[in-house]
C-alpha cells in the first residue's frame, strides 16, 4: 500500500512539475518578433482593425476617433502612438503585444505610409 501511495504522489510530482505555461514571445523574445519592416497593408491594418477598431470602439458612429481606414488612422496617429505605444492604455483590454508594438512603432518611425 505504501509502494502504490509513494509512486502515485511521485508520478503527480513529475507530471504537475513537467507542465507549466510560459508566453513563447516573453521566452524568446528576439526569435519570435525580428521586425525588420512594417507596412500597413501587412502588418498595422489587421494590428488595429484586430485590437483597436472593433465593434463599440474605435469604428464608424463610436465616439472614439474612427480608426477604420488609413486616413483615419494617419489623422489620429499621434492619439495613436501615446495610449498604445507611450502609455500603453489601449486596447482597454490588454495592452497591444510588444511585437505588436514594435510593429506599429516601426511604421510610424518610417512615415506611417499607405503601403
Not at 504522489?9 to 524568446?28: A, H, M, N, P, R
Not at 483597436?52 to 502612438?81: E, Q, W
Amino acid at each position: 500500500m505504501k509502494k502504490i501511495m509513494i509512486s502515485t504522489i511521485l508520478l503527480g510530482t513529475v507530471i504537475f512539475t513537467g507542465c507549466y505555461y510560459d508566453k513563447e514571445e516573453l521566452l524568446y523574445p528576439n526569435s519570435i518578433c525580428d521586425v525588420k519592416s512594417s507596412t500597413f497593408s501587412a502588418d498595422v491594418q489587421s494590428i488595429i482593425k484586430n485590437n483597436c477598431a472593433t465593434s463599440g470602439c474605435h469604428v464608424a458612429g463610436a465616439t472614439f476617433p474612427d480608426l477604420t481606414t488609413y486616413a483615419s488612422i494617419k489623422t489620429n496617429i499621434d492619439r495613436v502612438k501615446v495610449r498604445a505605444i507611450t502609455e500603453k492604455t489601449m486596447p482597454k483590454s490588454n495592452p497591444l503585444s510588444d511585437c505588436n508594438i514594435k510593429k506599429l512603432q516601426l511604421w510610424i518611425d518610417n512615415g506611417s505610409l499607405n503601403n
